[in-house]
């Protein structure tokens, strides 16, 4: 089906692929393999290297301009598109590869976003699915572009995406099943205000039908009037809820409870909340509650997500790279008690880091180490009651020599950056990789 709408979309037109890394690679190989378009184009501010003989190359500084030359843009989720190149402002159409695949299968899709949670929700849920042996496929902003999951897909398959902001941001459809799971300051380097983060993200639900559904975990949304769909409400500790997780340790879904596995991996209450959403999905695909809680139990957590490295030099070291937001540094600090040191800092994306100052100045963490330009930031905004158990270290090295001489033996020291990485890193997976060999250095 994906290959046949993209043959329809891009009949006798000129294509331009937006942005040439992994997602726009496998956009290319399935427009090459579909055909019947007049012509191709790649623009990238970067060199391109292994694209196909035959296709028009855009590169630098300017690249956006090209989006002038074409019919149809197919951007990448990362690309940021400047002033004069948002798609008000241009006569081509500006889609993506989330949005074709949404209306290829959006009746097989059960879409989720949140700004934290999403990728853990994702994964457990495909792995409950697979354990229980119902056909099913997991991709999108996980890692796994869908144009790759083209040949698992047959129309029993249950596909399970997750979706992210820069996916959804021009994204004109939704998927038949939705899960919202939160909202919290994030990406405003990208977005300017929050209100227009919030706008992007409220697309996984904006353009629902009824008979579809959403399950949203964020008071107050969708508000009135937003969703055509059957909505669902998480509120955590509430028997009424129509989905919620009761004293922490049972998932609730429209009455019917399971008691969670006492021996699961995946630690911290959030992560529990996340298993409560899984539950509601499963229970909704017919997957009985001891496959479910196989599932659970067998799951392995995804790496840097409250992750244990090891003891070393005495120490017991914890990686949460993906933690770029107060919210999830909080949770993380919660989850792990015996915290003794915590990594904070990055990149500053201009989010207000009060919650996270309000937290620390009650909590009971006595070293705080600070990194990077946010930690500056919070190191500047700290009440003088905190400033005694701050520290501050530029780069994520120091951190950590600093970490192995004051952390208590025994006890943690935790990486949890509420903080972005991309000022030094690629991306948190390798802050995530660079956290652990200093740790076992």
């Known amino acids: 089906m994906l290959l046949k709408l993209m043959k329809e979309i891009a009949a006798d037109r000129r294509i331009l692929l937006l942005g040439y890394g992994r997602e726009g690679r496998a956009v290319c190989r399935r427009l090459m393999q579909a055909g019947g378009y007049a012509s191709l184009g790649i623009a990238d501010a970067k060199e391109i290297t292994g694209?196909?003989?035959?296709?028009?190359l855009h590169i630098g500084a300017d690249y956006q301009d090209a989006m002038r030359e074409y019919d149809i843009v197919f951007k990448s989720p990362g690309i940021v598109l400047t002033e004069g190149h948002k798609p008000e402002q241009l006569s081509c159409r500006v889609t993506s590869l989330t949005e074709l695949f949404l209306t290829?299968?959006?009746?097989?899709?059960?879409?989720?976003?949140?700004t934290k949670g999403k990728s853990t929700t994702s994964a457990l849920l495909y792995h409950v699915l697979q354990t229980a042996g119902v056909p099913s496929v997991l991709g999108g902003n996980i890692g796994?572009?869908?144009?790759?999951?083209?040949?698992q897909i047959t129309p029993d398959t249950v596909i399970v995406t997750e979706i992210g902001v820069h996916q959804l941001e021009y994204c004109h459809v939704s998927p038949k099943t939705a899960v919202f799971l939160n909202l919290y300051e994030e990406h405003l380097d990208h977005?300017?205000?929050?209100?227009?983060?919030?706008f992007c993200k409220e697309n996984i639900y904006r353009n629902q039908q009824p008979g579809d559904f959403l399950i949203s975990g964020q008071p107050g949304l969708p508000a009135a009037g937003d969703c055509k769909a059957e909505v669902l409400h998480f509120t955590k500790d509430d028997p009424a809820a129509d989905v919620s997780l009761l004293n922490g340790n049972t998932a609730l879904y429209r009455g019917e409870t399971l008691r969670l596995p006492d021996d699961m991996a995946l630690t911290g209450v959030h992560n529990r909340c996340n298993c409560a959403f899984v539950y509601a999905l499963a229970k909704r695909l017919g997957v009985n509650d001891a496959d479910i809680v196989r599932g659970i139990r067998s799951f392995h957590p995804l790496p840097h997500r409250l992750s244990p490295v090891g003891t070393?030099?005495?120490?017991r070291w914890f990686d949460d790279s993906i933690s770029t937001a107060c919210e999830t540094c909080i949770q993380a600090l919660d989850s792990l008690p015996d915290t003794d040191t915590v990594l904070i800092g990055g990149m500053d994306r201009g989010i207000s880091y009060q919650p996270l100052i309000r937290y620390l100045v009650q909590s009971a963490v006595p070293h705080i180490i600070l990194?990077?330009?946010?930690g500056r930031r919070i190191q500047e905004e700290a009440p003088q009651a905190l400033k005694?158990?701050?520290?501050?270290?530029?780069?994520?090295?120091?951190?950590?020599?600093?970490?192995?001489?004051?952390?208590?033996?025994?006890k943690i020291c935790l990486l949890s950056p509420a903080a972005a990485s991309y000022n030094v890193y690629q991306n948190f997976e390798k802050r995530g990789e660079h956290f652990q060999a200093l740790a076992k250095e």
């Not at 290829?104 to 949140?114: C, D, E, K, N, V």
């Not at 070393?312 to 120490?315: E, K, R």
């Open 51 to 56: 694209a196909p003989a035959g296709v028009s």
């Open 104 to 114: 290829a299968y959006r009746s097989q899709i059960i879409g989720i976003t949140g």
């Open 144 to 151: 796994i572009p869908t144009a790759d999951l083209y040949e």
């Open 191 to 198: 977005y300017g205000t929050f209100e227009y983060y919030a």
């Open 312 to 315: 070393y030099h005495g120490i």
């Open 371 to 374: 990194m990077s330009d946010s």
């Open 388 to 410: 005694p158990r701050l520290s501050y270290a530029e780069t994520l090295p120091e951190a950590v020599a600093l970490a192995k001489r004051i952390t208590a033996p025994g």
